[in-house]
């Protein structure tokens, strides 16, 4: 085996809502696994509310010396074509509310929430996310998304609900998404910013006021200017206007390439449009989401594998799920049988060699800057990964072996913005 000498893989973990695709579920999925114990009563069955699996995914991602932890929100049942379908899964927590204690039991882990652009106003959401990162000494990162549904932010709204033929239906999945929702999000994200620069390194907050064609504010922003400059950027979405976005703004993309070329040609289109707004490449760090699945042999990885599948899915998932993926009808496939190509995120199910091989190679092949794992099972999944494939990636030179540094922006490798007065 030959041996990098650099430790240039990024690493994040991600917990999707119990709304999302990515997961069905969220924390409580599987059988336990790895060192997990979970809280006293079954970790599986018990309430999503509860704090101690939240704390045990953290304190992991932490020893695994992860980049940061993404906490998405699920604020109703889930949903398609405006009828509710698999009702026993419940949203969890408010994000940015579970982060803030997080904030407390981790020391330089990265706090990302994905919270949606339309479910809040820029004025209360900003401030929130200020206040994590000065309550995490610079941790903080923000994925704007576009809500799943019509229910949050409704009378938020000036330019109407999300298109149900486009809108993000949940998870980080490329979609569709209209081009009012993207124009929400990116006007969302500018107003944060302005007021995350209205408050100078020193002295007094400005006035900052505007009235735009989808998002209002004014006022006197009175949380100064946080340790990392403002939290990370993240975005999610690489259809044409996301990737717009994510080069103009972003400062991680999330997304679901499967081939090394398809990796590359990605990376070479956000560097012509990162070129655009004055931006290096280095800017955008671009995470594919996958999912691991580890066995001692690779046949018992795969029945493995097939085992959690079978778990996570229910009927109603099955049959639900390839239609807003692809579009279109499937009501006629067998529930029970195989479901369409790209379903899901990227796997890699394997030994912990085989793994940490192939996640090195699909960075060494430029193809990616890391990945945002979602643990399979969860949480338990995330143990066997730090455990059994970091120190891997660690001895082939592939990822670093401690934190270098204390704010989620020194982690990616991103610099601190500079105020602009």
Known sequence: MSVRTHGGIHLAA??????????????????????YEG???????GPRTDFVSFEHLARTAERGLFDFLLLAESPRPREHRGTAHDPGVVG????????????????????????????????????????????????AGWAAVTSRDTVPGEDLRRDGAPDPAGRRRGGFRPTRTTEAALARSAEFVERARELWESCPPEGAPRTSGRRGRRVDGAGEFGVP???????????????GGG?????????????????????????????RRLATYGRAPGDLKIMPAVTVVL??????????ADDIRRQRISEGDATVAPQEIRGAGVSSYDPDGPLPEAYGPPSYVGTPEAVAAGLD???????????????RPAPGGLDEFVDRVVPLLQER????TEYTGTTLRSHLGSARPLWKG
């Open 14 to 35: 991600h917990l999707p809502g119990g709304g999302g695709l990515v997961a069905r579920t969220g924390s409580y999925e599987g059988p336990r696994t790895g060192s």
């Open 39 to 45: 809280p006293p009563n079954d970790p599986y069955e």
């Open 92 to 139: 969890h927590p408010e994000p940015l509310t579970v982060l803030h204690g997080l904030a407390a039991v981790t020391g330089r882990l990265g706090l990302a929430a994905a919270v949606g652009a339309d479910s809040d106003a820029s004025y209360g959401l900003a401030r929130r996310l200020a206040t994590l990162d000065h309550l995490s000494g610079g941790r």
């Open 225 to 239: 200017r946080s340790p990392q400059g403002h939290p990370v950027i993240i975005h999610a979405d690489d259809s």
């Open 243 to 271: 990737r717009e976005f994510a080069a103009s703004t972003a400062e991680v993309v999330i997304t679901r390439h499967r081939t090394p070329r398809a990796g590359r040609e990605f990376r070479a289109d956000m560097e």
């Open 295 to 304: 066995g001692e042999t690779a046949a018992e990885a795969r029945e493995r």
């Open 361 to 375: 190679a699909f960075v060494t092949a430029g193809a990616a800057d890391g990945f945002v794992l979602v643990p």
């Open 397 to 400: 030179g592939a990822f670093r």
